[in-house]
């Protein structure tokens, strides 16, 4: 079965400090990994995908994500924070199939990003 | 705006009550998925449909939760005899199939549903 952990409920950064947000996943074989955002009131954003290729994935707002296999994480970092960036964050996983299989996306519970002015 | 909507966007009812939400996939989307998401809990999936077909439904979808895409465009959830337990935002997603579009899924803003 796909699973995804989020291991910190809240994580707290300076603006302008590098923010890290962690996620570890499991499922059998390849995966698809994604990061969404949440802010108060909106739907989920979409903020970046690892499908294949390069480890290091690049996504909108200045994010990105690396894809660990041998650790099975899937990190999420900016190297300076926002206040703006102030939101919940979920990983998530799939694992692609063929047309009419099931690809449904696995969530993470969340973690709440605060950045401090 | 070209992207998911979901209607009410708010809903509040009594309980034994039945409710009935919308959602209108972006419209070149042909799969469509519906997730509940409870307060501290990451989006849980209910279900979802290629074109007008269920693929597959989620053992959270007791037997009161009714889902149908019958032109295999917007879609309609409804849930019978409401209990506070399914209180909870439920959200819809729409995306192109998992060969095209690696499966990325484009949400609406939600219905909030409240059942006192």
């Known amino acids: 079965a796909q699973s995804v952990a989020q291991p910190e409920d809240q994580v707290k950064v300076a603006e302008g400090n590098p923010l890290t947000v962690k996620c570890t996943y499991s499922v059998s074989g390849n995966p698809y990994l994604f990061w969404y955002v949440q802010y108060p009131n909106r739907g989920l954003q979409f903020l970046l995908k690892?499908?294949?290729?390069?480890?290091l994935v690049k996504g909108s707002y200045g994010f990105e994500a690396e894809f660990n296999k041998s650790q099975t994480s899937f990190h999420l970092k900016k190297p300076s924070a926002l206040v703006s960036d102030s939101a919940l964050y979920f990983c998530a996983v799939s694992r692609p199939g063929p047309v009419n299989r099931d690809d449904k996306i696995i969530f993470g519970k969340g973690t709440r990003l605060h950045i401090l002015p | 705006d070209t992207g998911v909507s979901q209607n009410p966007r708010h809903k509040i009812t009594k309980r034994g009550q039945n409710v009935t939400f919308r959602c209108d996939p972006i419209s070149e989307h042909n799969r469509l998925y519906w997730y509940r998401q409870t307060l501290g809990q990451g989006p849980e999936f209910l279900t979802y449909f290629q074109n007008e077909a269920q693929l597959e439904k989620s053992r959270l979808l007791s037997d009161r939760f009714s889902a149908e895409r019958p032109k295999g465009s917007f879609s309609t959830l409804e849930i019978q005899r409401t209990e506070q337990g399914d209180s909870a935002m439920y959200l819809c997603a729409s995306s192109l199939d998992g060969r095209l579009s690696y499966n990325e899924q484009f949400f609406g803003p939600g219905t909030r549903l409240t059942v006192l």
């Open positions: 690892y499908i294949t290729g390069d480890n």
